[in-house]
């Protein structure tokens, strides 16, 4: 069972549609190597998820090479859009430990959502007003190139 997958019939799943899968289900083994040229991830980055608990259950070969499956490749652009939203590691780790325990968890990840959310919401208004600063600047010396010389 891969780290997205609940025992219930609904699973968690990322709210955007995923990037079109590069194999189709059933066919979706992906080494480390195909998984870091997918994602952009490095290995490292990979490996240290699945330590810390944020990519439990990765599947493994009859040699013990890691094989990602498609639903391992959303998790990880999920991952990727959470760590966007500045969210710290240990919560996202807490988020994938509360998809693991079940459906019972529904509203503490809801609420964690929430949370993440609002700080979102707080940092675009923070760059807006940077932004709105940013081309008052950008106006006055664009202004003071084309004004008459001063005598």
Not at 119 to 127: F, G, M, W, Y
Request: hydrophobic share 35%.
């Amino acid at each position: 069972m891969t780290v997205m997958e609940s025992t219930s019939a609904r699973t968690d799943t990322c709210a955007s549609a995923p990037k079109a899968h590069p194999r189709p289900e059933g066919q979706d083994r992906y080494t480390i190597s195909e998984v870091v040229a997918f994602s952009g991830l490095t290995a490292h980055t990979l490996r240290w998820y699945e330590r810390i608990g944020l990519m439990p259950h990765v599947d493994r070969s009859h040699t013990g090479q890691r094989r990602f499956s498609n639903r391992d490749l959303d998790w990880l652009a999920f991952v990727g859009k959470l760590r966007l939203t500045g969210m710290p590691v240990a919560d996202m780790v807490r988020y994938a430990e509360m998809v693991r325990e079940g459906d019972h968890t529904f509203t503490e990840r809801q609420e964690l959502l929430e949370a993440t959310r609002r700080d979102v919401q707080a940092r675009i208004a923070e760059l807006q007003g940077t932004l709105a600063v940013l081309d008052f600047k950008i106006d006055f010396y664009g202004g003071a190139r084309t004004a008459p010389e001063r005598v």
